[in-house]
């Protein structure tokens, strides 16, 4: 199931979620995460929560004819199950199970198709890239620490890579678009806190240039490759005033 599309990833989500009804649902949503503890497994449920805003937005944004109310039938109770994550640690996995059926997976993957069919897709990461990139972003921060920038455009640049950590961490529910928001964020601030032709500038961009050249080396699809190596042409040029 491609994941190229909010829809798409919720009905990945889903989907995965309903193969696994005898154990503890505490154990499979820690899987499903990729988390370690209950707390993990709350946090990502608040940004499953998100997505099936996104969902309903973007699904409700759709032209009449694609009928937005049809397509999101279920969304009720793709809430129900959402909510009931609250409970995660009382409860056996067919209580999930018994909610997530078929027909609402397939009903979230007509979404996908309908919003695939309008243009609404993005860029994608594969699991293996992610965890790549999380490695390449982490081996900035310990580049950037142990530099001898000021530290407080350490602290600011840290801040900001960890941001981008965390979105390529969460990046099969948030999708690539929380990556990019992040990285810009990052690059917005390398340039408000660095000079014109400083050292500091140079360095930064230096890094940024590196990391947007990574991410662009790990987006898949052709259009999608080809904007992000626009963008990261454009960022390296920003950022060390070439």
């Not at 919720?10 to 193969?19: K, N």
């Not at 996995?93 to 397939?106: A, K």
């Not at 890239?129 to 920038?149: C, G, H, Y």
Request: hydrophobic share 45%; aromatic share 4%.
């Amino acid at each position: 199931m491609g994941t190229d599309n909010s829809a798409s990833r919720l009905a990945a989500m889903l989907e995965q979620a309903r193969q696994q009804p005898g154990r503890a649902a505490i154990e499979v949503w820690m899987q499903i995460f990729e988390v370690s503890d209950r707390l993990g497994v709350l946090q990502k449920a608040a940004d499953l929560a998100r997505l099936v805003d996104q969902v309903e937005a973007e699904v409700r944004a759709l032209p009449e004819d694609e009928d937005p109310d049809h397509l999101l039938t279920f969304l009720p109770q793709i809430r129900n199950v959402v909510d009931a994550l609250l409970y995660v640690g009382n409860v056996q996995m067919s209580h999930f199970v018994d909610q997530v059926t078929g027909e609402m997976v397939y009903s979230v993957a007509s979404c996908a198709r309908a919003l695939r069919r309008n243009g609404r897709v993005q860029p994608l990461i594969s699991d293996d890239s992610s965890k790549q990139l999380v490695e390449d972003v982490r081996a900035i921060i310990d580049d950037v620490v142990a530099s001898d920038l000021p530290d407080d455009l350490k602290e600011l640049l840290v801040d900001r890579l960890r941001g981008v950590e965390a979105a390529l961490l969460s990046v099969r529910i948030g999708g690539y678009a929380n990556v990019e928001k992040a990285m810009d964020a990052l690059t917005f601030a390398a340039v408000r806190a660095t000079k014109p032709g400083s050292e500091e500038r140079a360095k930064a961009g230096s890094w940024l240039g590196r990391l947007w050249g990574k991410l662009s080396e790990h987006a898949q699809g052709a259009e999608a490759i080809a904007s992000t190596a626009a963008s990261t042409a454009e960022v390296v040029k920003a950022i060390t005033g070439a």
